[in-house]
């Protein structure tokens, strides 16, 4: 298959449904194949068979993770179906709303190990490989949420700025090591995130004025396909109905990613 990541292997978390679904059918038009993870393997199977339509392959791997014993598994999944992967998309994660009287330790940890913990059991299961070999690409989907704190969103903005912390140290170990560490921080975005919790409603109008999931998935393909000698390290997307502010997000419900 031609395109500029024929021959390239991508994996992508949360890829059910969203961004992470989007981003999975980018990379696979762009000629990669992918390693699609999730909990719900109904939503997979459907994904697949898009990618396969598209003439990529696709592995489905369901799975939880922020569980490493799931994470084992993927890795093991992963390089016994294509031997290596070469672009690894952090892309799960949850929200709620609230404030620190409202929202309880049980929400911290779904949150902080979905959002979090994720990210570090799948960098660390798939960077030390691309470190090794010495070409890597580690694509972080966070939101702006993680470049300013938004009111009510006190432990998914913290999940954030711990996502870029991370992302900002293990570039000093990627980069001399030819691997690219790359962040992609959407505003609001027009995906089913708050649904679940009662921060947004289906179908209110102030959804159509975000961004789309594929607006984010063809960042991600913007990341994944810089030249060789090049590298971009953060990719900050605000939908049109947004400032740059940090009190932006006060006007919408739900208005990070």
Not at 8 to 36: D, M, P
Not at 47 to 55: C, K, Q, R, V, Y
Not at 116 to 125: D, F, G, P, Y
Not at 177 to 206: E, I
Request: hydrophobic share 40%; charged share 20%; proline share 5%.
């Amino acid at each position: 298959m031609d395109g500029r990541l024929a021959g390239k292997t991508a994996l992508v978390t949360g890829a059910g449904k969203g961004i992470g679904r989007a981003t999975a059918l980018a990379l696979a038009r762009e000629g990669a194949n992918v390693v699609i993870t999730s909990r719900t393997k109904s939503d997979l199977d459907t994904l697949a068979a898009e990618i396969d339509a598209l003439g990529a392959k696709a592995l489905v791997v369901p799975a939880d993770v922020s569980n490493e014993a799931d994470v084992d598994r993927l890795a093991q999944d992963s390089f016994a179906a294509f031997g290596q992967v070469d672009i690894l998309v952090n892309n799960a994660g949850v929200g709620k709303n609230g404030t620190v009287s409202t929202l309880t330790t049980a929400d911290y940890d779904w949150i902080m190990n979905t959002n979090m913990r994720s990210t570090w059991l799948c960098t660390k299961a798939f960077m030390p490989p691309m470190i090794e070999r010495k070409n890597g690409s580690i694509i972080f989907v966070s939101s702006v949420a993680g470049l300013n704190g938004l009111p009510n969103e006190p432990i998914y903005c913290a999940t954030k700025f711990a996502q870029m912390g991370f992302a900002q140290a293990i570039d000093y170990e990627a980069y001399p090591n030819n691997v690219k560490v790359s962040v992609v921080a959407p505003g609001g975005t027009n995906t089913n995130y708050g649904f679940y919790n009662g921060t947004r409603t289906p179908g209110d109008p102030m959804l159509e004025e975000f961004h789309e999931s594929e607006d984010v998935a063809e960042a991600v393909v913007f990341a994944a396909t810089q030249p060789p000698k090049s590298r971009v390290f953060m990719v900050w997307m605000r939908p049109m109905n947004e400032s740059l502010g940090a009190g932006s997000g006060v006007h919408f419900k739900g208005a990070a990613k």
